[in-house]
């Protein structure tokens, strides 16, 4: 793993080094974790029901500081993506930044990049994040796969299996070119991303001649209140022998669409926010033993609310509860022989809380306490947890 990680920091270094100031930094997560019988990564991003002490994400990131005009950000990873084993390193981040306007903070950014989609994309970190686990909209798989589109068998949550897709991707990161900007005053900031692909899926190489648009916008008209919406459209399956029969031209033409909308109040030591989350995607029309969609369109909504609190006798700690639910649409089915209707959901009706106390004991060492509830209609799914995290920068 070692030479994994040392070849792309040495080749994204080199010239940096020539040109450039660099500084180089990182962030390592330290869990201790204890879930239920039905606990899996898929599930509630635990490995299983036993005791585990692990690391779920470890992060190396470099800034290169090329001119006033001119820098360029990497950032190396690797984690637990829905799996028992340490990932790969990949690159989450790679990009160019340019500003072009010297009394403006209008940037335009080339590369890859983080996910420019609701409140989320501004805690990527758990450094920054509250709360330990990642929202029901970043975590949980419907019944949408990239490969097929919709199909009928619910993922598997209690096992490793990995298929279907989350209304957006978990790992957060997308390529193509962003242009961002903030106003003088700091009250709107706006990013807009054109991409390869929708919000819930990522590509490596383009698969298609159709880009996909993205962007997030929030306004502060007071400093006690914010304001955001965002939206995502775009191709988001790919290539594979399991559509081959597909054309090229129809593959790109099935797309996501992805809408929300999110405010947050604070007074003194109280934050208050609450988000909307609505995902759709078409589908090639999908043929079942006798059953056939009539209708390819797959749609969920996913609504959150979270509250925080400071602790005013304790600087740097705080307790944070998050409340949400997640309900999949149906499907509307028909006979292929008869004349019957019937409606297939997308997948089970998820409700789930999570109550976490953390401390900040500096400014680079945060840690947590979680506990998150999870409520799965209709099954009787086991997979609460109770967490302990510490996050490290350097």
Known sequence: MMKKLLSPVLVLCFPILLHAQLIVGGLVDVEFRKGQLDSSPVLNQTPNDKLNIYTPYIRLFGLGVISDQWFAEMGLQADYYQGDALSPVFFSLININWLPLSDSEFMISAGRFVTPYGSQSERVLSSENPFVHLPLSHVWNLGVDRKTGIFFDEPDYENDALYGQSMIYQRMYSQGIKFSNKTAQQKLFYEFAVTMAAASSYLEVGSHNKPAFMGRMTYQPAIWARLGSSFSY?????????????????????????????????????????????????????????????????????????????????????????????????????????????????????????????????????????????????????????????????
């Open 234 to 394: 775009g191709p988001y399956m790919i290539r594979d022998p399991l559509n081959s029969h597909i054309s090229s031209a129809d593959l790109q033409s099935y797309n996501q669409l992805l809408y929300g909308a999110d405010v947050t109040v604070s007074h003194l030591y109280y934050s208050f926010s609450i988000e909307a989350n609505i995902s759709q995607w078409t589908s090639p029309d999908y043929a079942y033993e006798d059953i056939l969609i009539n209708e390819p369109l797959a749609v969920a909504a996913h609504y959150s609310a979270e509250m925080n609190v400071q602790f005013p006798f304790l600087a740097g700690a705080y307790t944070a509860v998050r409340g949400e639910i997640l309900r999949p649409g149906e499907i509307r089915q028909r006979g292929q022989s008869t004349s019957y209707n019937n409606y297939y959901p997308l997948g089970p009706k998820v409700d789930r809380a999570e109550f976490v106390v953390g401390y900040r004991l500096n400014p680079t060492v945060r840690t947590k306490a979680s506990y998150l509830i999870h409520a799965i209609s209709p099954d009787q799914t086991r997979a609460n947890v109770l967490t302990m995290q510490l996050s490290v920068g350097f």
